[in-house]
Nanobody, 122 residues
């Protein structure tokens, strides 16, 4: 069974930093694209940042220049370094990982983490 385990959330003052981690465990061959989403109360879940298997990154306009997504393929882990945090960054953050069970040109399967809360106080 594949599981995504997130860590690193918490309470931080505006201007501070946090680093989120998400590790995919289970019998998989490799990870494909990985991403972080967030959902604030009363709002829809939104894409924050994504990274392809080749390391190409993309960011929402609201976090560009402040957040950095990275990955460690050997550990099947994706990170989100969040700097210059603002109260509007407060949300539950979810990682999404696409992965393959077997080698070869098979389609990727998607799983989500359970979410980790990030709260930024003003």
């Amino acid at each position: 069974q594949v599981q995504l385990v997130e860590s690193g959330g918490g309470l931080v003052q505006a201007g501070g930093s946090l680093r989120l981690s998400c590790t995919t465990s289970g019998s998989i061959f490799s990870t494909c694209a990985m991403a972080w989403y967030r959902q604030a109360p009363g709002k829809q879940r939104e894409l924050v940042a994504g990274i392809t298997s080749g390391g190409r990154t993309s960011y929402s306009d609201s976090v560009k220049g402040r957040f950095t997504i990275s990955r460690d393929n050997a550990k099947n882990t994706v990170y989100l370094q969040m700097n210059s945090l603002k109260p509007e960054d407060t949300a539950a953050y979810y990682c999404k990982t696409d992965y393959r069970y077997y080698s070869g040109p098979h389609p990727c399967t998607t799983s989500w983490g359970q979410g980790t809360q990030v709260t930024v106080s003003s």
